[in-house]
T-cell receptor, first 113, second 111 residues
């Protein structure tokens, strides 16, 4: 059974600092890994999807890396802004066919002006 | 393209009642998944429907059920509501086994 962990649970940084968010998973036989952002009381916004064959994926200030052998993914957010304050979640699909995602507990980020 | 839509957005029900939530996926997406999010348990998978068939099921009691229509719209039903069913219910759509796109959620409060 895939288990996904995100540490730390919360993070506070001053504006302009780079953010580093961690995601660990127990089963390295993954299909892909997805990073999401969630604002309070809202749905999830997909940020990046990394296929198992990729080492990293980039979108603007966001960069996600994937190391299957060590069971880790890292989301980097460059030059953080107050608007980046949100909860960030990583998720992986299970081995069975279909779209059953297992989520980490999330990291709640606060970027202080 | 329009995103995933969920109705209603907010709902208040009493213990013992039943509730039906609706989800309309992105046009062309045949997979619809449902998740429950609570502060204590985080995000948990309920079930997934693909082309009107349940393809995956999570570890929830039989009070939680769902279905998918030929136009890919999906509904989930919770019978005999309990206080612990209070949660944000999220729907996600996908063209197959790819990136999932989530709706805004339905906030259910059981009193």
């Amino acid at each position: 059974k895939q288990e996904v962990t995100q540490i730390p649970a919360a993070l506070s940084v001053p504006e302009g600092e780079n953010l580093v968010l961690n995601c660990s998973f127990t089963d390295s036989a993954i299909y892909n890994l997805q990073w999401f952002r969630q604002d309070p009381g809202k749905g999830l916004t997909s940020l990046l999807l990394i296929q198992s064959s990729q080492r990293e994926q980039t979108s603007g200030r966001l960069n996600a890396s994937l190391d299957k052998s060590s069971g880790r993914s890292t989301l980097y957010i460059a030059a953080s802004q107050p608007g980046d304050s949100a909860t960030y979640l990583c998720a992986l699909p299970g081995k069975a066919a279909g779209n059953k995602l297992t989520f980490g507990g999330g990291t709640r980020v606060l970027v202080k002006p | 393209k329009a995103g995933v839509t969920q109705t209603p957005r907010y709902l208040i029900k009493t213990r013992g009642q039943q509730v039906t939530l609706s989800c309309s996926p992105i046009s062309g997406h045949r997979s619809v998944s449902w998740y429950q999010q609570t502060p204590g348990q985080g995000l948990q998978f309920l079930f997934e429907y693909f082309s009107e068939t349940q393809r995956n099921k999570g570890n929830f009691p039989g009070r939680f059920s769902g279905r998918q229509f030929s136009n890919s719209r999906s509904e989930m039903n919770v019978s005999t509501l309990e206080l612990g069913d209070s949660a944000l219910y999220l729907c996600a759509s996908s063209p197959d086994i790819y990136e999932q796109y989530f709706g805004p959620g339905t906030r259910l409060t059981v009193t």
